[in-house]
């Protein structure tokens, strides 16, 4: 009952602030609040829990970040950060060799302060990758040199374009304890170059996202600083036990239909103490798409977010309902 409350002195407001806003895509978004109903009861199914409403177990645990009792340097591998030499082999081969470590405690991949020039890269089990205060990855601009990979089975076929999709910056598909943290260092995803091929319809495949972890348990990012991503900023698709926690991500406001932070048909999800400003949308709930996300029957569930800051919206499924 609470919840209902809220949400209708939310719509009133919403309404009462219809007449002074003059972006037309706002005026799209508060047109979706009538839905609102509708949406309560599938976030309500679905247990996710926005701002302290509801239970929220998930963020109540938080895994310890111990040492690794392994660590190896970017530098190691002859990497070099002055933001014109390309390390994607660097990376490739630094994470080659810490998988030897996944079953000795698992290791860290540190990234010391510098401009870190690279294309995509996979992540691997029971790894940490740590970046330091003044370290930024930077996503390589030439589409050409990007891979092209099959669309996930919950989705079938692009939402914006019909082919495949490109390979994200940090990708990680079946993996185990991982973490993604720092010293507030920044991965940036320099998204502009996909923004205007997006926008001049000159993409033959989807845009990637900065991070995207399909199928992968006990996952925690955090202390970081994202900027620029090309679409979605933090991706888990069938994933379980996510913590996602005191982030910064954005991207320009004119950034066509950038997300930050999107669960896919994932569960038992944390979001807390971050900061969000997109283009578009500031956390999307998702279970697939259309469909192929009916059909493969994986709902996102077990979600819990609270204390988030910035500007965007929180959109379940097709509806968004609620400002953040």
């Not at 091929?197 to 033959?204: E, K, V």
């Not at 798409?289 to 499924?317: A, C, M, Q």
Request: with cysteine.
């Amino acid at each position: 009952m609470l919840v209902m409350k809220e949400l209708a002195r939310r719509v009133a407001n919403l309404g009462i602030r219809t007449s002074l806003i003059m972006d037309l895509r706002l005026q799209d978004h508060i047109r979706n609040v009538v839905r609102v109903a509708l949406v309560l009861l599938l976030a309500l199914s679905n247990e996710a829990r926005v701002n302290g409403y509801g239970s929220s177990e998930q963020c109540e645990y938080s895994p310890e970040l111990a040492p690794r009792p392994h660590s190896v340097s970017i530098l190691e591998f002859g990497a070099i950060g002055d933001r014109k030499t390309l390390n994607t082999i660097a990376f490739q081969n630094a994470i080659f060799y810490l998988m030897s470590f996944a079953d000795k405690g698992g290791t860290q991949l540190y990234v010391p302060p510098g401009q870190w020039l690279t294309e995509s890269f996979n992540l691997t089990s029971h790894l940490t990758l740590f970046l330091e205060r003044g370290a930024v990855i930077i996503g390589f601009q030439d589409p050409f040199h990007w891979k092209v990979i099959n669309l996930l089975p919950s989705y079938g076929r692009g939402i914006k374009a019909p082919a495949g999709r490109y390979l994200s910056l940090i990708n990680g598909y079946m993996l185990n304890d991982v973490v993604i943290t720092g010293n507030t260092g920044t991965i940036d995803g320099v998204g502009s170059i996909w923004w205007r091929s997006f926008t001049s319809h000159s993409l033959n495949y989807s845009r990637p996202h900065l991070i995207k972890l399909v199928a992968s348990n006990s996952v925690v990012v955090s202390n970081i600083t994202f900027l620029n991503t090309p679409t979605y900023g933090i991706h888990p698709v069938y994933c379980s036990n996510v913590h996602i926690h005191n982030i910064s991500i954005s991207a320009p406001s004119e950034s066509p239909f950038t997300v930050g932070i999107v669960p896919d048909s994932s569960d038992n999800v944390c979001i807390e103490d971050s900061t969000i400003s997109m283009g578009f949308d500031a956390i999307a709930l998702k279970s697939g798409w259309d469909e192929y996300g009916i059909t493969y029957g994986r709902p996102t569930k077990n979600v819990h977010i609270r204390r988030p800051f910035g500007l965007g919206w929180l959109w379940s499924s097709c509806s968004r309902f609620q400002r953040i």
